[in-house]
């Protein structure tokens, strides 16, 4: 499985974009890159997913380079409610030999006033 | 609201005791993944269970055990508990095996004394 190296915090101020970068130098050919949000003592909750160039929904966009070495989750106008951790995911979702998602220790981002 | 839901809410007990974990998943889901989340360790994935077939491992312990029943509801049996294994643990679901989108219960807060 490809290990995923995140910034361990960011902070940010209200209205800003904040961009959340990912590195996963091994990733593999059928492996999809995911990101979830945490808030404290609450189970994880998806955000966004995707295999190339750029993925766009109501909440975020995932940016992924030709190499797919790396990914970018971006985060539009964010507010003090978008505190929380998120998590860059990578794996095989062929549907295979079962899923063993691998959660690293995430990016603790901490929007102020 | 993911659907998922998970029983009990909160769990204390002794060291030495043995507790059952229950989730069910969203309805139309057939695999159920559970995790560990305690403030050391992070989000540890555990096993993956779809349509009642274990399909993945991660670290779990050989003093846990878990099932996926016909009605597709999981429990997580835990026994001969340590302090150690005090710990917030979730389960999630998906609608295929292979990982896409995962949806969290609000999680067992498990505290051993």
């Known amino acids: 499985l490809a290990k995923t190296t995140q910034p361990i915090s960011m902070d940010s101020y209200e209205g800003q974009e904040v961009n959340i970068t990912c590195s996963h130098n091994n990733i593999a050919t059928n492996d999809y890159i995911t990101w979830y949000q945490q808030f404290p003592s609450q189970g994880p909750r998806f955000i966004i997913q995707g295999y190339k160039t750029k993925v766009t929904n109501e ?3 995932l940016f992924i380079p030709a190499d797919r070495k790396s990914s970018t989750l971006s985060l539009p ?3 003090l409610s978008d505190t929380a951790v998120y998590y860059c995911l990578v794996g095989d979702l062929s549907g295979t030999g079962g899923f063993k998602t691998i ?7 901490f929007v102020k006033a | 609201d993911s659907g998922v839901t998970q029983t009990p809410k909160h769990l204390i007990t002794a060291t030495g005791q043995r507790v059952t974990l229950r989730c069910s998943p969203r309805s139309g889901d057939l695999s159920v993944y559970w995790y560990q989340q305690s403030l050391d360790q992070g989000l540890q994935f555990l096993i993956h269970y ?7 491992k991660g670290n779990i312990l050989e003093r846990f055990s878990a099932q996926q029943f016909p009605d597709l509801h999981s429990e997580l049996n835990l026994s001969s508990l340590e302090l150690g294994d005090s710990a917030l643990y979730f389960c999630a ?8 989108e995962q949806f969290f219960g ?3 807060r498990l505290t051993v004394l």
């Open chain 1, 59 to 61: 909440v975020a966009s």
């Open chain 1, 77 to 79: 106008r964010v507010s």
């Open chain 1, 103 to 109: 959660f690293g220790a995430g990016t603790r981002l």
């Open chain 2, 50 to 56: 779809y349509n009642g077939e274990e399909r993945a």
């Open chain 2, 93 to 100: 679901s998906s609608v295929s095996g292979s990982g896409r």
């Open chain 2, 106 to 108: 609000p999680g067992t």
